[in-house]
């Protein structure tokens, strides 16, 4: 079956940990994505990649890296300099970054602060 | 920028009961508008889109929303509804003006459905 995959399910990070958040997809997908939601927030973007070993700043980067070096996995490191990392984090892909592309979403690691 | 209003945080109905979930976005030249649909402790799932033509689009699961350029809304609604639509709705849109390929999501409203 295509689709996203996300791993772990939960992560715990302790104070001045760096950790880092796996997403793989097997759709063949050019574009993906890094959500964060916290309740009553709605999601908002981190970072997105519309090509292999290309990615763009989404509303809310700082504390977060990327990289892209295939076209499946899109790893998210949540940093020390991230001060308040606890969320739901989502994974997307798309086709392509066009606005009419209907964005897949794996399903999510809830990272919680030791 | 786009913005997207969801002017309900919570909406709880009974079954078989009606019920709309409103979502209101900036006005734009051009845009195409989503929901999507969020079961408990799930990633996010498409439930309908609206990209041109017909202001009425509908999902296979009974839901539905009208395009309203006028008023820029796009509200979903479902004349009937189960237990099983229990869930969190986002409203999302995007647009063309600026290059903008991005999708900006409402807050959502949670939908809960009681026997």
């Known amino acids: 079956d295509g689709g996203i995959t996300q791993s772990p399910k939960y992560l715990f990070r302790k104070e001045g940990q760096n950790v880092t958040l796996s997403c793989e997809q097997n759709?063949?997908?050019?574009?993906m994505y890094w959500y964060r939601q916290d309740p009553g927030q709605g999601l908002r973007l981190i970072y997105y990649?519309?090509?292999?070993?290309?990615?763009q700043k989404g509303d809310i980067a700082e504390g977060y890296s990327v990289s892209r070096e295939k076209k499946e996995s899109f790893p998210l490191t949540v940093t020390s300099a991230q001060k308040n990392p606890t969320a739901f984090y989502l994974c997307?892909?798309?086709?392509?970054?066009?606005?009419?592309?209907?964005?897949?979403f794996g399903p999510g690691t809830r990272l919680l602060v030791l | 920028a786009q913005s997207v209003t969801q002017l309900d945080s919570q909406v709880p109905v009974f079954e078989e009961a009606p019920v709309e979930l409103r979502c209101n976005y900036s006005?734009?030249?051009?845009?195409?508008l989503f929901w999507y649909v969020q079961y408990p402790n799930q990633g996010l799932q498409l439930l309908l889109k609206?990209?041109?033509?017909?202001?009425l689009v509908e999902s296979i699961n009974g839901f539905e929303a009208e395009f309203n350029k006028s008023q820029t809304s796009f509200h979903l609604r479902k004349p009937s509804v189960h237990i099983s639509d229990t869930a969190e709705y986002f409203c999302?849109?995007?647009?063309?003006?600026?290059?903008?390929?991005?999708?900006?999501f409402g807050k959502g409203t949670k939908l809960t459905v009681n026997p």
């Open positions: 997307a892909s798309s086709k392509g970054l066009a606005g009419t592309e209907t964005q897949y």
């Open positions: 759709l063949n997908h050019d574009a």
């Open positions: 990649s519309q090509i292999v070993n290309d990615f």
């Open positions: 006005s734009s030249v051009s845009v195409y």
């Open positions: 609206y990209l041109s033509g017909s202001t």
């Open positions: 999302a849109v995007s647009d063309t003006v600026g290059g903008s390929e991005k999708l900006v």
